[in-house]
């Protein structure tokens, strides 16, 4: 039997800053279900292994999940 995949938003990702003000540096932008757009976390950092380590470490999971609920906003 085929397994089924798991419904919901994609995970959270880090891309290259579109802001001239801020060029060089990455951002984390996080799918919630109901937005066309995903949020973006209001941080910058220097390289993407650094937004990925956010995204992967304990003050990253806590405020993803914190955006997902719809506190974060």
Do not use: C, L, N
Not at 4 to 13: F, I, S, T, V
């Amino acid at each position: 039997m085929a397994m089924k995949k798991k419904k919901g938003p994609p995970p959270a990702y880090a891309e290259a800053t579109k802001d001239a003000r801020f060029a060089g540096t990455f951002e984390v932008f996080v799918p919630v279900e109901g937005r066309v757009r995903p949020h973006r976390v209001p941080m910058q950092f220097a390289s993407k292994q650094a937004a990925e380590a956010w995204i992967y470490g304990p003050e990253g999971e806590e405020k993803i999940a914190e955006i997902r609920r719809g506190e974060g906003a």
